[in-house]
């Protein structure tokens, strides 16, 4: 028997669609809004293949209805034809997705958000005995925990692979003390992942399915490479920025173990499809109530200003969300890359609409740059800021305070300064990293006293220029940001 409560989310949900259907969204009108498929599939081919992007796929959610294209190809060397049921790795994506399934929980009572972490997942733990005690599951949500992002660690293929990697994590330092600081951290979304286990009683890949991906009716959605070979998959590819890439040695270098950081596998509609229950409250699309709209929103709550807002274009993070202010319109969304392949999700609540962008290497950056600019201006009246870069007569610094070695787990990082007053970054990958890529050497210069566009990056990592901040914690430490992850200075 049908409830009253499920009455109510069902006509909400009408509602909502009908004045999704009348331009009711913001000040914005339909006519303004109107989608046209043949003019973006022709723009999408000609900016795929201007950045050298061997295959794309985009889908946009506007006036309630979601549009897919695809262009290029999914591999190079075979030729095979990108089509919108095709697969991508979406990265840290998956992130959101891990977010959502903890909401969920704390939604149905069985989690605390503001708990320690240690009072659901005792076997948690940092070499810090006080800041184990403290890290709290919101903490981890917004990356505020102080725990690492480039602790990667193969746990084998077993269920039992996150209880691997937590147990394996002791030992990893944190990049700060718990509170003090944004430090993006994928190890705190493994962790995450492990509690969603624990509540559940099932694996965080069957955990998706069931309160995800089976509800949302997803079907071009899943975490694990054997259930992607009845898609479509993109292939990924690497090679030199500004040139065709190649195939990369292996589709996916990532341990299971990843998973809820960094490895969903999806189409764009179907992410476009998950980013609809966001903004329709927490409802799936046959009126069943999967988030309440108190969780949906305190997703979107800005719980931390970033000091770096130009490397994944953040303002500040929610509970998983990176949070976007475009000139006093609110956004929401999440980049996503997982060696050679980049994906692209933003929201903009006032005028319902979500763009996805998937793609499998070249200059993915520059293309998704180029296409969400005219996009969301278009279809959600946002002005996304012109690509980072030096001003045309930089600031003198004093690099004295600045010069110096910082590490954490898998990068060192060191900043010099030559005779000609001229400052250069070295970041290097090291232990478990160590054969991700080859040392960046990179020129930097001033922005501001602490941000710096460091040249030579690639286009993996930005536009043209890579940002690269200084800041000084609330307990005094200095740390480097490069990529929102926070490196404590060492020497």
Partial sequence: MRNAGRDHDEAELGHRRQLEGRGGWGSLDAEGRGFSRGRWQARLDELRAAHHVPGATLAVLVDGEIHELASGVLNTETGVEATTDSVFLSGSIAKVYTATLIMRLADSGKL?????VVSVLPEFATPDAEATASITVRQLLSHTGGVTND???????GDDCLAAYVEAAKGVALDCPPGTAVSYGS?????????????TGVTWDQALKDLLFTPLGLERSMTLPEEALRHRVAMSHLGEPGRRPDPAPAWDLMPRSAGPYGRVIVSAGDVARFARMHLDGGLAPDGTRLMSAEAVAAMQR???EVPDKWTVSADAWGLGWTLYDWNGIAGYGHDGAAIGQYGYLRVVPHAGVAVVLLTNGGGARQLYADLFRELLEELAGVRMPEAFGPPAEPPVVDMSRLVGSYRREGVVITVTQGEGGGARMLYEFVDGMKDLSPPLDMELTPVSETVFAASGAGPSFSEDYMPVVFSTLTDGSQVCYVGMRATPKVG
């Fill in 112 to 116: 605390d958000l503001d708990a320690p």
């Fill in 151 to 157: 602790f990667t660690f193969d746990s084998g293929r």
């Fill in 187 to 199: 190890l705190g979304y493994v962790v995450l992942g492990c509690i969603v286990e624990v509540l």
């Fill in 302 to 304: 800005r719980e931390v």
